[in-house]
């Protein structure tokens, strides 16, 4: 569970320690956070690992494979983000570009074609091993924090669509496209917060949980494949 000691990775970690899963928790820095969640849960680990460095991503699940042997679930939720104004094109620089595709695309594929046999082999007949991205509302409408960021979503729900036509059926690969998520990380955005609250149905963003919720049913699903799961609370019928 990548990016796992706060917010949306967090909330999906501790659900699934409650549905009974051994969980890894992963980050990229917060290393005495991740060692103290892991210490609360039965079996749990932490590994810390840069995943804009695809060696560190390689031996993110080689640490993996050698404590526990097997890997059922793997949900890519680490990302980066910038924000620009969508009208600033130049601020959107190459390196701007490079570092998050190098994290919020090449990582996950890293870690998935890493795990792939693993997943395969837990996978059987009445149970299916699966892979779930964390994508973002912006990947499918024009918005989002920056043009780049927005992208790399985009591309990460297209790579969904893609795996889950080629791992089937020993691999189930879906995705989670949340809005706005009341987490650390969007504290200040009062922008987001204020269109949310006028603009989408359920008028407000979502709680980590709640995302969390839908993780659950996908991860639990033996027969859903290929989805993106839009959960903006409704926002994207405005």
């Given amino acids: 569970m990548t990016g796992s000691t706060s917010g949306i990775g967090k909330a999906i970690a501790v659900r699934l320690t409650s549905e ?3 969980v890894v928790f992963h980050s990229r820095s917060s290393v005495d956070v991740g060692q103290q969640l892991a210490s609360q849960y039965e079996d749990a680990s932490y590994f810390q690992a840069d995943l804009s460095n695809q060696d560190d991503a390689k031996s ?3 640490q993996i494979a050698s404590k526990y042997g097997r890997l059922d679930v793997l949900v890519n939720n680490a990302a980066l983000t910038e924000v620009i104004d969508h009208s600033n094109l130049k601020a959107a620089t190459p390196e701007i570009w490079r570092v998050l595709h190098e994290v919020n695309v090449i990582s996950p594929w ?3 074609s890493e795990a792939e046999a693993m997943l395969k082999k837990a996978s059987n007949d009445g149970i299916t091993s699966c ?3 964390i994508s973002s509302h912006a990947g499918v409408r024009p918005k989002g924090a920056s043009i780049p960021y927005s992208v790399t979503k985009a591309a990460l729900n297209h790579m969904t669509k893609l795996l889950a036509l080629n791992l089937g059926p ?3 690969v879906n995705a989670i496209a949340p809005g ?4 650390p990380m969007s504290k200040d955005w009062a922008a987001a917060r204020e269109l949310w609250a006028t603009k989408a149905p359920m008028k407000r963003g979502a709680e980590p949980e709640e995302i969390a919720y839908v993780a659950s049913m996908l991860i639990n699903s033996s027969y859903l494949t290929g989805e993106i799961v839009l959960s903006d609370g409704g926002l994207n019928l405005t």
């Fill in 20 to 22: 009974g899963f051994t």
């Fill in 60 to 62: 993110l699940i080689e």
């Fill in 110 to 112: 890293t870690l998935i």
């Fill in 131 to 133: 892979i779930l991205n």
């Fill in 170 to 172: 020993d691999i189930r």
């Fill in 180 to 183: 706005l998520v009341h987490t």
